[in-house]
């Protein structure tokens, strides 16, 4: 029996029983959409993650409080000493540094008129717009002064001055932050999303103001920008020595933007394979499906296989027929499939724009082998059954 026979005789089959066909093609697709959807989701947030760390640029370290032994991980141990003001403006004098910005952080209700927005408030000094490359579309950012002068100056993010001043210019305009007023400088470009702040929503003020509005005793972290990406290992140690000579104790967690990366991108890409092993078992059921119908096959065309084996056709090709039979279910799941997984990535992404979720290349590859590899397995028994009958009694209809 040549292959074009075979395929012929299980193309056949299938379209003689097409709604059983259609139903064990439709279980296969769920589990391999299943499998290329989140794959695509887990990928996708990892990309997110390396873009997001991207944006901020590659010469970065962020300094927390607290103090872990993993590398690359953020602190959940206890926080010894506050980090300071201080230490911001101590770790800005060492050998490599460019510049060092302070964070504080905390939540307020911003008011203008009858208009008012709850907001994340950030404290900073001018030295984050450098670090953080934050551009300013209207006025100044913060100014260049001594992070203990604080001040009543206030940058609003592009989303809170459109909802507050409703295409009016907010400059010089004095707005309430929670009971204190501030006085409008500047409103930074469109940036979007950046390490889990939304920047268009944020405003800014003198890192000083932030923790006594805010009643803080240490800074949320320090932004360091090193003078160059080599070096940024030896920084990296002399700023470690200098908080550890100020504290005496090791009680802060120094990381590079790489060691995030690489951390965050492993955790995600253990996640990935999780979520598509999850979606797998789906896959299982249909694998179980397909021996199904092949097996109600072989007990309803036990005539037909008689007929093969009295006419010469060897066991081997009986079974390849039945075999082929599968696979031809198989691959059309996975092809129908991979379809709906693509469409399904799509439909998210157009809910979600900034979430750069796209299955690779090698998903659907591995996605239809996958599916393949399901029919071979699942129709290897049926395929053996068939070819195990004994022409006789499969002529006559009776049971081997």
């Known amino acids: 029996m040549r292959f074009e026979d075979a395929l012929a005789f299980a193309w056949g089959s299938l379209r003689g029983h097409r709604l059983r066909a259609a139903l064990t093609v439709l279980g296969v697709s769920v589990g391999i959409g299943a499998v290329v959807a989140l794959t695509a989701l887990g990928e996708g947030a990892r990309r997110y993650v390396v873009q997001e760390f991207a944006a901020l640029g590659s010469n970065l370290l962020v300094v927390l409080p607290g103090k872990v032994e993993t590398t690359g991980a953020a602190p959940f141990g206890g926080v010894v000493r506050d980090l300071t ?3 911001a403006l101590a770790v800005s004098r060492v050998a490599g540094v460019h ?4 964070l504080a952080s905390g939540a307020e209700t911003v008011r203008w008129g009858d208009l008012s927005r709850a907001v ?12 953080r490359r934050l551009a300013v579309r209207e006025g100044t950012f913060l100014p260049q002064r001594d992070a203990f002068a604080g001040g009543y100056e206030i940058v609003l993010g592009s989303k809170v001055a459109a909802e507050l001043f409703r295409g009016q210019s907010p400059l010089g305009k004095t707005v309430r932050v929670g009971p204190y007023r501030f006085r409008v400088v500047g409103v930074l470009a469109p940036r979007g999303r950046g390490l889990g702040f939304d920047f268009d929503e944020l405003v800014f003020i003198p890192v000083q103001t932030a923790m006594r509005i805010f009643d803080r005793t240490s800074l949320f972290r320090i932004i360091v920008e090193c003078e160059r990406f080599e070096a940024m290992g030896a920084v990296r140690s002399r700023v470690e020595k200098v908080l550890v000579e100020r504290h005496r104790a090791e009680d802060v967690t120094v990381v590079t933007q790489d060691a995030l990366i690489a951390a965050f991108s492993s955790i995600l890409r253990a996640l990935t394979w999780a979520l598509a092993g999850i979606a797998a078992i789906s896959l299982l059921v249909a694998g179980i499906g397909i021996m199904n119908v092949m097996l109600v096959s072989v007990t309803e065309r036990r005539r037909e296989i008689g007929l093969m084996k009295a006419v010469g056709v060897a066991n081997r090709q009986v079974a390849w027929v039945f075999l082929l039979e599968a696979l031809l279910l198989a691959a059309a799941g996975g ?21 750069p979720a796209a299955a690779p290349l090698w998903a659907y590859g591995a996605a239809l082998a996958v599916a393949l590899g399901v029919g071979a397995g699942f129709g290897s028994w049926p395929a053996y059954r068939a070819s195990r009958l004994d022409p006789v009694l499969a002529l006559s209809g009776g049971r081997a």
């Open 99 to 102: 510049k060092a910005a302070p």
């Open 85 to 87: 003001i201080d230490d």
């Open 120 to 131: 994340p408030v950030l404290g900073t000094t001018a030295e984050l717009a450098e670090v």
């Open 335 to 355: 092809a129908l499939g991979s379809t709906l997984g693509a469409l399904a990535v799509r439909v998210f992404v157009s809910f979600y724009p900034s979430f």
